[in-house]
Each structure stands twice: as C-alpha cells, then as structure tokens.
C-alpha cells in the first residue's frame, strides 16, 4: 500500500524544540527528493524545507532558515525535520511529500500526502 504517514508534532512554548518524521512507501521514497510542506489556518501551503536523494541538494525557507534542518534515512524511507527556536508564527499542520527540487525552489510533486501532524507553538 502506497502511504506516507508524518509524526512528531505537538504542542510547545515558543523557544522551543520538535522533530518531525515522515516515513513513505517505496515507490515514493526511494530514489526521490523529498519535502515539507506546512498549512496554517485561512493560509496556502507552502514549502518548508526539501531534500534531494543524497542530500547533496536542499531547499529552506526563508522563514526558517537557521532553525529548520531537514534530514532522511534512506535505507529506513524516512525523512526528519529538527525544528528549533520555535515561533507562534510557526504553527500549522506540517506534510511531507514528494517534491521537484532546483536551485532556490522546491515544489510538490506527485499524488501522495500524508494526513499531516499538526504544530502548535504557543506564546
């Protein structure tokens, strides 16, 4: 069954810390670039952070570069994201999928997301 399935979020002060986990079927995962998106409330989903397979190619946010740090595990099909320095502004449900992936862009790619997990950083 082809899936994929975020875990990790949850409710913190603001300064705070959290580490979000992605784990994808195959078919999604193996061989592709891979991302984070996030969605807050009455706004569009935006990228967040992305990886390429090797990790030798990756896109972050201006919002959160400096205290986002994407990550993955190929050999487990799962990919991380260290949140650090957490802001109220941060909150939003937060997605993995796959992605298209250049220089200074990242954008979704493919039929497949996950239900999301949700942020909530509190002032």
């Known amino acids: 069954q082809v899936q994929v399935v975020e875990s990790g979020g949850g409710l913190v002060q603001a300064g705070g810390s959290l580490r979000l986990s992605c784990t994808a079927s195959?078919?999604?995962?193996?061989?592709?670039?891979m991302g984070w998106f996030r969605q807050a409330p009455g706004k569009e989903r935006e990228a967040v952070s992305c990886m390429n397979w090797n990790g030798l190619r990756t896109y972050t946010a201006d919002s959160v570069k400096g205290r986002f740090t994407i990550s993955r595990n190929n050999a487990q099909n799962t990919m991380y994201l260290q949140m650090n320095s957490l802001k109220p502004e941060d909150t939003a449900m937060y997605y993995c999928?796959?992605?298209?992936?250049?220089?200074?862009?990242?954008?979704?790619?493919?039929?497949?997301w996950g239900k999301g997990t949700l942020v909530n950083i509190s002032s």
């Open positions: 195959r078919p999604i995962f193996n061989g592709n670039p």
């Open positions: 999928a796959a992605v298209a992936l250049g220089s200074g862009w990242c954008v979704a790619a493919g039929d497949y």
